[in-house]
């Protein structure tokens, strides 16, 4: 149970495209959605939390107009990077709460490696 | 300011107990503590969460004193395979606001 998945895996684009991320819970209703972004041998840093219905709420120093987040369902969140940039190259990872998953518990996509170009 | 402090690398041999503590002196009262294992290019893998005392499954214990203060993640046994990046977080219960420690990276030696 509470397994998660992001689509695509990998992704290289060129730079001033758009990119779009999918995360889906698989076997529950996640009410809540978290975006990560994370730099080679660096930590996780969130990006964002989203609820099923609401806007997002981005951590400071991340551009709401530049990641887009769309949590429209409850199995379903999507990033889209807009107008990327080399310096937007980084593994994305998403995840996901609610459920039998409880309150406190996240569970993680395999994330997404976003290159551009 | 809350936050989350854990030591950035630690080294151990295979077979031994392993131990990793994390730092979250702000903690609330009804703040949670989870723990997550990072291999390369992965997502993060849940271990255990806790909220006091002593917490075991079937791959970890997780030992949270009276205080909460701080929290141990213990790893039995260790296997060159639990070479990871272990991250401690703290989810405020009031708001589940995520307070993320910076991750222990873990080596295993032969």
């Known amino acids: 149970g509470a397994v998660v998945s992001q689509h695509p895996s990998w992704v290289i684009c060129k730079s001033g495209t758009s990119v779009k991320i999918e995360c889906r819970s698989l076997?529950?209703?996640?009410?809540?959605m978290f975006w990560y972004r994370q730099f080679p041998k660096q930590s996780l840093m969130l990006m964002a939390t989203s609820n099923e219905g609401s806007k997002a709420t981005y951590e400071q120093g991340v551009e709401k107009d530049k990641f887009l987040i769309n949590h429209a369902s409850l199995t379903l969140s999507t990033l889209t990077v807009t107008s990327a940039h080399p310096e937007d190259s980084s593994f994305y990872i998403c995840?996901?709460?609610?459920?039998?998953?409880?309150?406190?518990?996240?569970?993680f996509g395999p994330g997404t490696r976003l290159t551009v170009t | 300011l809350a936050k989350t402090t854990q030591p950035i690398s630690m080294d151990s041999y295979e077979g031994q107990e392993v131990n990793i503590t994390c730092s979250h002196n702000?903690?609330?009262?009804?703040?949670?503590i989870t723990w997550y294992q990072q291999f390369p290019s992965q997502g993060p893998r849940f271990i255990i969460q806790g909220y006091k005392t002593k917490v075991t499954n079937e791959v970890a214990s997780l030992f949270i004193p009276a205080d909460r203060k701080s929290s141990t993640l213990s790893l039995p046994r260790v296997s060159l395979s639990d070479t990871a990046v272990y991250y401690c977080?703290?989810?405020?219960?009031?708001?589940?606001?995520?307070?993320w420690g910076a991750g222990t990276k873990l080596i295993i030696k032969p």
């Open positions: 977080l703290v989810v405020r219960g009031s708001n589940y606001q995520l307070i």
């Open positions: 702000n903690i609330a009262t009804n703040d949670y």
């Open positions: 076997d529950f209703q996640a009410t809540t």
């Open positions: 995840s996901a709460r609610g459920g039998l998953a409880g309150a406190y518990e996240q569970y």
